[in-house]
């Protein structure tokens, strides 16, 4: 394992961030564009299904990534992830019809099913327990600026070439990530490394679910439901209230989400994860309502920042709550937990609020009040006495 110091400024933690922006990068670009693609192909009714299908694989295979990032080694199974984004990349122009579609994007979720599952064990591997909140935080910056660009650039290249030329691209900067974890050393201890064989893919219950990080899986279902709403229908938002680039709403809420990253991570490992998680439910719950109501471009903006706010303490603490939550030999299985939670809530909510909303714009406030309800839950959830007693026994 690759030896912590104080500082998580290493070249490590600094090659794994670059890889993760361009990650990022690669599939956020095509989010935006997708939905009136999929129309093009004759698939209006089926648009919850693009964030749907990605995420029930990535999903389905997180006890698997788990397992192998534990056995066989990190920077494996993060390659892995990047190399399915650079598969398909090639494959979405030669596919015409909305099925082999929708299949495609099955096979793409397997890339989120294992990239973050690795990096998150690298990151605990390589960073100090006491600043292992700022390093999520500051990570998350720059996965964050991959979710930022993307889809403003990937607006872009469609309105300026085409949606071949998009995937191509996409396709590009996947290759740029597995370039990067080329030049990474492996930080699982060489005595626990294992060579990979069928009998590697073979899981139990245990390796489903890790019940250490059960309060932080639950969170993370609960919240994550406002990702799969904003991912799904935000692009047809942008377009009725007279925004042609369908990517902007994410580059507003993912700027919006840089700074508080690195902020909310250091707070959060002096006075611990749980305070400052509730702070992010509340910028949350606060981000559903505005969008909800987003008749014009400033109701609009004003929900993107406060839904960039509230992911920005979101995402980073939880994933610093899991791993101080869990076994450090099973730091794997639990990040895997708590990521089938987040696909679990980002499929739902994708799938769920889209039949709310049904293609008509008037029904779209309700997708957003339902899923700020959800976040409303979490909220209750951390003042519950569970979690009161875990925090009084930390």
């Known amino acids: 394992m690759e030896k912590q110091s104080d500082s998580i400024f290493s070249l490590q933690f600094w090659l794994l961030c670059f890889s993760s922006l361009v990650f990022f990068c690669s599939f956020n670009m095509l989010i935006p ?26 999903g389905l295979s997180r006890p698997f990534s788990g397992r192998l990032t534990d056995r066989i080694g990190r920077v494996p199974v993060m390659a892995f992830g990047s190399l399915v984004c650079f598969v398909c990349g090639f494959f979405y122009p030669i596919v015409v019809t909305v099925y082999p579609f929708l299949f495609l994007r099955l096979i793409h979720g397997f890339s989120t099913g294992f990239k973050p599952t690795g990096t998150a064990a690298y990151i605990a591997d390589i960073v100090p327990i006491h600043r292992r909140g700022e390093a999520m935080g500051m990570h998350g910056t720059m996965s964050s600026l991959g979710m930022a660009f993307g889809p403003a650039l990937g607006s872009w290249i469609a309105d300026t070439f085409s949606m071949n030329v998009l995937f191509y691209v996409s396709s590009m900067f996947a290759l740029i990530s597995i370039a990067i974890l080329y030049n990474m050393k492996e930080t699982l201890p060489k005595n626990k490394q294992e060579k990979f064989s069928l009998n590697s893919l073979k ?95 400033y109701f609009f903006i004003m929900g993107a920042v406060f839904f960039g706010v509230g992911m920005g303490i979101l995402s980073p603490i939880l994933q610093a709550w ?60 951390l003042f519950s006495g569970t979690v ?7």
């Open 33 to 58: 564009e997708l939905p009136d693609y999929l129309s093009s192909l004759g698939g209006d009714d089926y648009k919850g299904l693009i964030i749907s299908m990605f995420t029930v694989t990535a």
């Open 388 to 394: 009161r007693r875990m925090k009084a026994a930390s």
């Open 203 to 297: 899981i139990n219950k245990e390796d489903i679910f890790d019940k250490m990080v059960l309060p932080a899986a639950i969170v993370v279902f609960l919240t994550s439901f406002s990702f799969g709403a904003v991912a799904s229908l935000t692009p047809d938002l942008s377009k009725s209230i007279g925004l042609h680039n369908k990517g902007f709403y994410f580059l507003v809420f993912t700027c919006a989400s840089l700074f508080i990253r690195i902020v909310a991570g250091k707070i959060s490992d002096k006075n611990g994860r749980i305070p400052v998680i509730r702070w992010g439910c509340f910028a949350l719950i606060i981000a559903m309502g505005l969008t909800a109501y987003a008749n014009d471009i």
């Open 322 to 381: 899991t791993v101080d939550l869990c076994d450090e030999h099973n730091r794997g299985r639990a990040l895997a937990t708590m990521y089938i939670s987040l696909e679990g809530g980002i499929g739902l909510g994708a799938f769920l609020c889209s039949k709310i909303y049904q293609n008509q714009v008037q029904r779209m406030q309700y997708a957003f009040l339902f899923v700020g309800a959800l976040a409303v839950l979490a909220m209750v959830y």
